[in-house]
């Protein structure tokens, strides 16, 4: 079994009620990154809603940091199953303390018929001529990098460089896992979040960014190969933004959008690692 | 008393609990708004967070159609209560069962700075040059529209001319309540919802689009007078699509994104008006 597949394994308890452990080598810091622990509270959503696999809507409030490196439990709640959705809700519990709160719409995006509408994957370097994301460029230890190879397009790097002009903030480049494993719908709900903020390629690497709201929507189920990423931020006021993401196959098919509303802190009030309420 | 404050108005059963009513003005064809329902249940949020009036972030995932005329309650529940964010879930119900389960994160917008990125709103034909929103246009009664005064932008107008060009559908325009009431947060949830399908730009008037889940972000407090909407689809598949919008105030200001999650029902496959899970 490879590593992600290990990681996101829930275990039923009794009815409604699945247990898991938090990874800590999926972490930003020594803070579990969010995308992984909304993958783990889906992976239990899936389980409670059997009929329907595929994550078409899912949204997750970040309540608390999680606490890397121990047990979790996610209560899972039917709030209505239909023949086309499932639509579940989901808080995943450590120490006692809710971490993060979930509601989602699961379906099947098994027989897909070409889209009608779509965006066309931005035109980056191969992987080969991008930029390894590393902690260094952060000034903080990325356990998670271990786990994920993630390319970042030179010109969008987190580095100081403003890949932007009319007020905007963007970053794009390259997801996989290090270990071989094919990206699925389960992948996306955590490469929507892997990245880093869009806004150090305007602002550097301004520190934590902590998500308040994630949204995400599995648009198709990804082909293998390398999932290409763009994260971009053009609302930025009082001290909250909005970061939009999609992610791309190696067909160029667009799998995922996502949004979230994350807290830029102001770095005179930042608080320590510890304190931060999720890691992007 | 003007008519969305008292058509909103929601009184406290017992703890957690509350009473209103889905009033039938606020109806396309014979369904409630999707707009309409969730500041219903976002209004009952507010009293539950007392703390925080602003929703920051809200998501409702839409489950039945809901019932015009008719009483409902919201049964909430606090999630987590911090210093600046209040994290609620609720559900409306009537008739027994559960129309829209929401999860929201409500705040403080009173203070706000300016913007550090922001997006600007797009330059539409003033309100008198723009074409009144009506039913005839869709082949359905909108009683909405007795409530709310929306002006089409002519070049995106819901009459199958396309404003597209490379793969996106676009509707913009004007709205504002009849009543003369001023726009505020819980107005905004409203007209996240009200304007025409995006898609009606480029397929004309095709029927229900109904809402699977729609995300609000409020941004910002409205300043009196007309908001200007956009609406942007630029990804349809498999029957789905995704619709971000976005409202600015008569200062220019940027006061929330949108993005909603709706089916397009295939015509041969379209239900009667009272199956529709929503309206849009």
């Known amino acids: 079994m490879n590593q992600f597949d290990n990681d996101t394994r829930m275990v039923a308890l009794e009815q409604g009620r699945m247990a898991g452990h938090v990874h800590a080598v999926w972490s930003i810091g020594s803070n579990p990154n969010g995308g992984y622990l909304l993958s783990l509270a889906v992976a239990a959503l899936r389980e409670a809603a059997s009929a329907h696999r595929d994550p078409l809507s899912v949204t997750a409030h970040y309540l608390r940091p999680a606490l890397a490196g121990q047990a979790c439990t996610v209560n899972t709640t039917m709030v209505r199953s239909g023949r086309s959705l499932s639509t579940l809700r989901g808080t995943l519990t450590q120490d006692g303390a809710a971490r993060i709160e979930v509601l989602a719409a699961l379906g099947d995006l098994a027989e897909q018929a070409p889209p009608v509408l779509t965006v066309a994957a931005p035109q980056i370097p191969a992987p080969e001529a991008c930029v390894p994301r590393s902690g260094a460029q952060q000034g903080v230890m990325l356990p998670l990098l271990e786990m994920l190879d993630i390319r970042l397009d030179p010109s969008t790097g987190p580095l100081g460089t403003c890949a ?56 198709a189920r990804p082909a293998p190969g390398w999932i290409l990423g ?51």
Chains 1, 2 share one sequence.
């Open 164 to 219: 932007s002009g009319g007020g905007s903030a963007r970053i794009a480049g390259w997801i996989r896992f290090r270990d071989g494993r094919a990206p699925d719908a389960l992948a996306c709900i955590l490469f929507a979040d892997a990245f880093p903020p869009a806004v150090f390629s305007v602002l550097g690497p301004v520190g934590w960014v902590p998500t308040i709201e994630l949204t995400v929507h599995l648009r």
């Open 230 to 280: 763009q994260f971009v931020t053009v609302d930025m006021q009082d001290g909250r933004l909005i970061e939009d993401g999609a992610l791309w196959d190696s067909q160029g098919t667009l799998v995922s959008q996502s949004r979230q509303l994350a807290l830029l802190l102001d770095p005179a009030r930042r608080p320590p690692a510890s304190a931060a309420r999720t890691a992007q």
